[in-house]
């Protein structure tokens, strides 16, 4: 499913939304299973996106078993190594050009897809497999150095308290920090049944015993002692540039450098996170 229900702002009125609403209300109402069935598929089934970078040389190509199913993971260079986690709809392509510059500093750059993504196993994706995901990678590392995360996936690695980098410097690109509440608002304004969403939610929440209230990307970050740098396109429209804002002005660890015209996906690429990985990997 495209990132856009996930993280849409759009506040416009319009007759599509109006006749969501109904079907989906009408449909739960006359088969609620298959109302329910047809829920789970939409919101948890992410799109698997076209690569759009050329591989680079020396790529190494791996497997990591997880919970959740065989996870691909993408290694370049060598040195200690930085975990790169996409967003939603994203894959390890993605990062191509930022692995290319973290393994020219003397670092290894590890990436993986997430479950239901690139080329991982798995057909549904949420929260709850994202960190197993995540915990499961980092289990198949010595040591690591910090973490790289763009979108959903800083949530994921906020959210998951593995050892190995509880205390890692961070680089979050465009990070969605209000997921809960992103979440739920953009998917009412869709129009989409929230009881059908709920039933969805609740079904994952008692599958992986992880309720969603308890997700807060936003309150972990504040926690954590650890460097964090944040890079932001100020004209977002999947994730808010406020709540960064916001969270840079609260928290003293925290770091937000802006870009303009970069956009949600385009600043992966940006000569702003180069710079911001080259300062955050430098000793203090």
């Not at 497997?63 to 370049?76: D, F, I, N």
Request: positive net charge; proline residues 5%.
């Amino acid at each position: 499913m495209s990132e856009k229900i996930y993280f849409s702002t759009s506040q416009r009125f319009n007759w599509r939304r109006s006749l969501v609403s109904m079907t989906t209300r009408l449909h739960h109402s006359i088969a609620p299973k298959h109302a329910k069935k047809t829920a789970k598929k939409l919101f948890l089934t992410p799109s698997r996106m076209k690569d759009k970078n050329q591989q680079p040389g020396g790529l190494v190509k791996s497997q990591v078993s997880s919970p959740e199913g065989m996870l691909t993971t993408y290694r370049l260079g060598s040195g200690p190594v930085w975990i790169l986690t996409h967003g939603w709809s994203g894959s390890s392509n993605q990062f191509y050009p930022l692995m290319q510059h973290i393994a020219a500093q003397g670092f290894t750059a590890l990436a993986y897809d997430h479950p239901a993504h690139g080329e991982s196993e798995g057909i549904l994706g949420h929260i709850p497999a994202f960190v197993r995901g995540l915990e499961s990678i980092l289990d198949s590392e010595d040591e690591v150095a910090g973490l790289v995360g763009h979108s959903m996936g800083n949530a994921t690695a906020l959210e998951c308290r593995h050892a190995k980098i509880v205390d890692s410097p961070m680089l979050l690109i465009a990070p969605v920090l209000d997921y809960v509440e992103n979440l739920f608002s953009t998917v009412a304004r869709s129009g989409y049944s929230m009881r059908l969403f709920e039933e969805v939610v609740n079904e994952v929440q008692d599958e992986y015993r992880y309720p969603i209230q308890s997700v807060d990307p936003y309150q972990k970050l504040k926690l954590r002692q650890a460097r964090t740098i944040i890079v932001h396109d100020e004209g977002d429209k999947f994730a808010k540039f406020s709540v960064s804002e916001k969270a840079a002005a609260e928290m003293e660890q925290v770091t937000l450098y802006r870009t303009q015209n970069q956009g949600h996906g385009r600043i992966m690429t940006s000569q702003e996170v180069m710079k911001s990985f080259d300062r955050l990997s430098r000793p203090v």
